[in-house]
């Protein structure tokens, strides 16, 4: 098994960047997961950086009803309490401290793009054919890493929910295709911020969709009863929180 090992010159320039040198991890990632991102340490509370904010990616769905995990790069006592669910959920020590279980189990539900292995970029971009995350509010590339926090948010709900299928009906949209199809002016679609649930697709009902999503870390959550959504499960993360499912 290799192991990494941090030298003395190492643990200083972590703590020169104002980090805390904390212990090796000593479980490597799946060749896949490794691809993509690999933690070569353990993190807790008062750690920061790069690699905390990959962890809160992947952790951000796992919060308490109405919460939303801000990612910041900073392992407060939010990050901590999101880790410690993610543990309970998957059935490893709880001490909300992410070292090599909670590593291994994230690296078993990571593909080698970084997204969790139950979605796909490909089911977030077809705007309206073109398969590309271009032409919205932001830059491809971001609307790409907000649909990836998406992703994981919906790894969550899925595992949540029994560990059944979540289809997607839609995902980004760019300004051309958002009016094509009648979206708001101001769609979270438009920054790939967002997935619809169809009915047509997945097998829970819209208001399990919907209280799931209350707790997964999303803020803005629309089903049966608001205009235009009977048909599907609107998720976004909205920085001016909404929800409604007046039929709920």
Request: charge should be neutral; include cysteine.
């Amino acid at each position: 098994m290799r192991k990494r090992l941090f030298s003395l010159l190492a643990a200083a320039a972590v703590a020169a960047a104002g980090l805390t040198a904390a212990t090796a991890v000593t479980t490597p990632a799946p060749a896949s997961a490794a691809s993509c991102y690999e933690w070569s340490s353990t993190l807790s509370r008062g750690d920061s950086g790069a690699a905390v904010k990959e962890l809160q990616i992947r952790v951000a769905g796992w919060v308490s009803s109405g919460e939303h995990l801000v990612i910041d790069g900073q392992y407060g006592p939010a990050t901590e309490a999101a880790v410690k669910r993610f543990q309970s959920g998957y059935g490893l020590s709880v001490d909300g401290v992410a070292g090599p279980q909670t590593f291994g189990k994230i690296y078993d539900l990571t593909s080698g793009d970084c997204t969790p292995s139950h979605f796909s970029y490909s089911e977030f971009d077809d705007n309206c054919g073109a398969n590309n995350f271009n032409g919205g509010a932001v830059s491809a590339s971001t609307a790409k890493e907000n649909t990836r926090r998406v992703m994981w948010q919906l790894e969550a709900m899925r595992h949540k929910l029994g560990d059944r299928p979540i289809g997607i009906t839609s995902g980004f949209r760019s300004y051309s295709c958002n009016s094509a199809v009648g979206g708001s002016s101001s769609s979270r679609h438009l920054y790939g911020e967002t997935a619809d649930l169809g009915i047509s697709v997945n097998v829970h009902s819209q208001c399990t969709l919907y209280r799931a999503a209350w707790q997964a870390g999303f803020t803005e959550i629309l089903g049966p009863g608001y205009p235009g959504h009977n048909d599907h499960v609107h998720v976004a993360n909205d920085p001016s929180p909404y929800r409604s499912a007046p039929n709920c």
